[in-house]
């Protein structure tokens, strides 16, 4: 069982993005337990701010549904707050006696601290401050719970997360493929060491620096970087899947996509990740490649990016291409035999009449159709 999960799924503590300048906003602020009196309304406000808005399935994102995987919430939630947390005691999760102590903080804490995606300490101090303030007030606002980890309906738990039932493991492999291994489009705007990269020196005014870059607190800095979201982790260098610190930092990049949106699970082909480094107005009609094959497409329409288009299919300059089917199969060399009905040699494959190809784009798209069945969409 994932214990860093869970904790994360209960206390609610938002994500903080990846981007080191794109602001996500603060976190939400912890409640002061110290304030709080022991009383039904108190332990309902307690409750609703660390427990409610992740079981009920109203939150849209947070990093409790980025590490929910392979989590049961069932297990301790149950048909009250006060059946909860006796379970949670019952279970030997929690510590009434000595809170800081509790099972359940040390696991929280065996989290990444340098994870741009969750913030280990402030989920650490928001799971203490529910179990404090029900060691004060647990006994003389609920009383005695009998059989607390039964109270539950048995029903499976309304929390949505964006990878369902599916692995992390098995979508990391997915993403891994489809995006990891050609991430170096992307790299070098939207990572830290890509900013690093476009950093030029010491300014007062963008007219003390040179081309394009501009002065931001005192720093010359390539508009790209600077200004893209840094959701790529890691070094220029290439990541190998049997490097377990490799692993990791694919798996915090997949969750600064996730977390900061850039994946729709309703609508994969208009997710950012694969509508902004696209051709701009351009809409594929039929998308083919490895794992992927949509026989007919109306969504995932290329808009305006500032990075200028990444698939592009080498027309630089909309609106030379609308639309097209893209098509990058590699199941058939051209001369083996006939190309089917439909189909034509491009590129030393058969493939659609008419299609462009750029394998990217087809991989990206996969893993975002990939994620949308995960999440039962």
Same mark, same amino acid.
Request: with cysteine.
């Given at each position: ?9 209960? +206390? ?38 660390? +427990? ?19 989590? /049961? ?34 696991? =929280?804490?065996?989290? &990444? ?5 969750? &913030? ?42 964006? =990878? ?5 493991? &098995? ?86 996509? +996730? ?27 039929? =998308? ?8 007919? +497409? ?28 893209? &098509? ?29 190809? /750029? ?19």
């Amino acid at each position: 069982m994932r214990w860093i999960g869970l904790v994360a799924a209960l +206390v609610g503590v938002a994500c903080r993005g990846a981007a080191t300048v794109v602001d996500r906003g603060p976190d939400p602020p912890i409640v002061d337990t110290a304030a709080l009196q022991c009383t039904e309304e108190d332990l309902a406000t307690s409750y609703g701010r660390y +427990v409610e808005p992740f079981v009920s399935g109203t939150t849209a994102t947070s990093c409790g549904q980025c590490h929910m995987t392979g989590v /049961d919430l069932g297990l301790y939630v149950q048909d009250t707050p006060c059946e909860t947390f006796a379970c949670m005691e019952q279970l030997g999760v929690v510590d009434a006696d000595d809170p800081s102590s509790s099972t359940i903080l040390a696991q =929280i804490r065996m989290g &990444d601290p340098q994870s741009s995606v969750f &913030d280990v300490e402030a989920e650490a101090s928001a799971m203490e401050a529910w179990i404090r303030w029900n060691a004060s007030c647990h006994e003389e606002v609920c009383g005695s719970v009998e059989d607390a980890c039964a109270a539950g309906t048995g029903a499976a738990s309304t929390g949505r997360t964006p =990878i369902g039932d599916c692995s992390e493991e &098995d979508l990391l492999g997915v993403f891994w493929d489809s995006v990891i291994v050609d991430r170096g489009r992307c790299l070098i705007c939207h990572s830290d060491v890509g900013q690093e990269q476009g950093t030029f020196g010491p300014c007062e005014t963008t007219e003390d620096c040179e081309l394009q870059q501009i002065c931001e607190e005192g720093t010359c800095y390539a508009p790209g970087p600077l200004l893209a979201p840094h959701f790529f982790e890691g070094t220029t260098g290439a990541l190998q899947w049997s490097d377990a610190e490799h692993r990791q930092i694919g798996l915090n990049t997949m969750y600064n996509v +996730v977390a900061l949106g850039l994946v729709s699970t309703s609508s994969p082909l208009d997710s950012p990740l694969l509508t902004k480094p696209l051709l701009e107005d351009f809409t594929p009609t039929q =998308i083919h490649g490895p794992g992927i094959s949509l026989s007919s +497409v109306s969504t995932g329409t290329g808009v305006a990016h500032g990075g200028t288009s990444k698939f592009n299919f080498g027309c630089h300059h909309p609106p030379c291409l609308d639309a097209a089917p893209v &098509d990058c199969r590699t199941e058939q060399r051209c001369g083996d035999v006939p190309c089917p009905d439909g189909q034509v040699c491009s590129e030393g494959f058969c493939r659609t009449i008419g299609s462009v190809c /750029d394998p990217t784009y087809v991989a990206y798209a996969r893993f975002a159709l990939y994620l949308q069945e995960c999440d039962g969409g």
